[in-house]
């Protein structure tokens, strides 16, 4: 069991760039493949960004292609989320995500271990 705890949330203006870090607990981070995804009010969950385990693979929702990085840090236990050039329509409550079935669809069934979300809101 892994847990996780997002932080780096925030208020931008659009244009802005803002760092998001999900850091896991326990010894087996490197056991799992790694998600971000965001929910903006009365919309569905979304899948933003994932990467494999040992950070060879990424995928990402073509909405954030060549905005977003994500990466992995496998002596911090950490996972983050850079988001640049940020828009409005990026508003949304952004969650973290483990999986240990390795890099799949980006689709919240697919991940076993969620944070508690931390905001960004992109102003206009």
């Known amino acids: 069991q892994v847990q996780l705890v997002e932080s780096g949330g925030g208020s931008v203006q659009a244009g802005g760039s803002v760092r998001l870090s999900c850091a896991a607990s326990?010894?087996?981070?490197?056991?799992?493949?790694m998600g971000w995804f965001r929910q903006a009010p009365g919309k569905a969950r979304e899948g933003v960004a994932a990467?494999?385990?040992?950070?060879?693979?990424?995928n990402y929702v073509d909405s954030v292609k060549g905005r977003f990085t994500i990466s992995r840090d496998t002596a911090k236990n950490t996972v983050y989320l850079q988001m640049s050039s940020l828009k409005p329509e990026d508003t949304a409550v952004y969650y973290c995500?483990?999986?240990?079935?390795?890099?799949?669809?980006?689709?919240?069934?697919?991940?076993?271990?969620w944070g508690q979300g931390t905001q960004v809101t992109v102003s206009s």
């Open positions: 990467i494999s385990r040992s950070g060879g693979s990424i």
């Open positions: 995500a483990a999986t240990s079935s390795g890099l799949g669809p980006l689709s919240p069934s697919w991940y076993d271990y």
């Open positions: 326990g010894r087996t981070f490197s056991s799992y493949a």
